[in-house]
């Protein structure tokens, strides 16, 4: 595991809750402790696979109610608790304040669509204009990927990211942009097998339509 700063992330939460971007959420049941919580959804998953008459004492079956639950709660789901949050190490910008941006792209997003429990695959871009402080740049990979470990819609995912950028870095000037495959289009729905979904969040200079600056983050987010 990464090093966490659950400070910094009870911060970001008070943050979002206070900007309206915040995962609706039941806060006392996501920090139960994550052994009970397994357990429980452990027993709901069972029931789940009862109903739909597959037989839990098939030595193929039997463990998958735990695996799930497991699943869920350390691995695709851990961005709900901000106790993951991860460790963002800052360094003090001595290249001085001008209009140059940090720019990371091609971030791998594994998500889960809030509405179906299925996949969203896709790849996101990340820009913002530093002003007193840089952070280290994995750290900007980091974040993407707390956030996307939580049932996501990828307009929210998008927004939260950007905010919680600008929130860290003090910066007012962040884009965002994602590019996500949707496994409840793709299998299951209209079945669009080719189909992707592009979303954009854009703060400060990034936000001025027609912008060079725009134009520019754009181009390097829409390369391939
Ligand atoms: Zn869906």
């Known amino acids: 595991m990464e090093k966490t700063d659950p400070v910094l992330g009870e911060q970001?939460?008070?943050?979002l809750l206070a900007?309206?971007?915040?995962?609706?959420?039941?806060?006392?049941?996501?920090?139960?402790?994550n052994d009970k919580k397994i357990?429980?959804?452990?027993?709901?998953?069972a029931a789940i696979?009862?109903?739909?008459?597959?037989?839990?004492?098939?030595?193929?079956?039997?463990?998958?109610?735990?695996?799930?639950?497991?699943?869920?709660?350390?691995?695709?789901f851990y961005g709900l608790d901000y106790d993951n949050?991860?460790?963002c190490t800052k360094i003090e910008n001595k290249m001085g304040e001008n209009n140059s941006f940090v720019l990371e792209r091609n971030i791998n997003v594994q998500s889960n669509c809030e509405h179906h429990f299925v996949v969203i695959d896709g790849k996101a871009t990340v820009a913002y204009i530093p002003k007193k402080t840089i952070l280290g740049l994995s750290k900007l990979n980091r974040i993407v990927q707390f956030f996307s470990k939580r049932p996501q819609v990828q307009e929210r995912l998008t927004e939260q990211i950007a905010e919680a950028i600008s929130f860290i870095t003090q910066s007012p000037d962040v884009a965002v942009y994602i590019e996500g495959v949707h496994y409840c289009v793709k299998s299951?729905?209209?079945q669009d097998v080719t189909s992707s979904t592009m979303t954009l969040a854009t703060r400060g200079a990034f936000a001025e339509v027609n912008s060079e600056l725009r134009r520019e983050f754009l181009n390097s987010a829409r390369m391939k």
């Not at 970001?12 to 943050?15: E, G, L, M, S, Y």
């Not at 998958?64 to 691995?75: C, D, G, I």
């Open 85 to 87: 949050f991860p460790k």
């Open 49 to 76: 696979m009862e109903e739909l008459g597959l037989d839990l004492t098939d030595d193929s079956l039997m463990d998958t109610p735990n695996r799930v639950a497991k699943m869920y709660t350390r691995e695709i």
């Open 39 to 45: 357990k429980a959804v452990a027993k709901h998953f």
């Open 19 to 33: 900007v309206g971007l915040e995962t609706p959420m039941v806060y006392d049941k996501v920090k139960v402790k």
């Open 12 to 15: 970001v939460h008070a943050h």
């Open 188 to 190: 299951r729905g209209i």
